[in-house]
């Protein structure tokens, strides 16, 4: 199993980012994917899940209205779109690979795979 995370960069305040993960070793239904994200001196917090089994979406209250999970089953990648960002969102963003139960979508330990992460930076 592999999950190639891209698409961060350096952004404005306001602007707009698509992060992209990209996975391979495994079908589509087996694992869900989650991004999670890690700001310094920051634990690492769950941002949004995507259940393949059943298509559930998940988002943190953080990011409700402002980012978008979404799968392309062709292409075995998983994106978040995130609009509106705020320099609160700067961290390394993370994919992720699992079977958590719906109420632990938010626990790094639910998640058997990870990809690298992706640094978002947003300037004030």
């Known amino acids: 199993v592999q999950l190639q995370a891209s698409g961060g960069g350096l952004v404005q305040a306001g602007g707009s980012l698509r992060l992209s993960c990209a996975a391979s070793?495994?079908?589509?239904?087996?694992?869900?994917i989650g991004w999670f994200r890690q700001a310094p001196g920051k634990e690492r917090e769950g941002v949004s899940y995507?259940?393949?089994?059943?298509?559930?979406?998940y988002y943190a209250d953080s990011v409700k209205g402002r980012f978008t999970i979404s799968r392309d089953i062709a292409k075995k990648t998983v994106y978040l779109q995130m609009n509106s960002l705020k320099p609160e969102d700067t961290a390394v963003y993370y994919c992720?690979?699992?079977?958590?139960?719906?109420?632990?979508?938010?626990?790094?330990?639910?998640?058997?795979?990870w990809g690298q992460g992706t640094q978002v930076t947003v300037s004030s």
């Open positions: 992720a690979a699992g079977r958590p139960v719906s109420s632990a979508w938010r626990t790094s330990s639910m998640y058997a795979y």
């Open positions: 995507f259940r393949s089994s059943s298509g559930s979406i």
């Open positions: 070793g495994f079908r589509s239904g087996d694992y869900g």
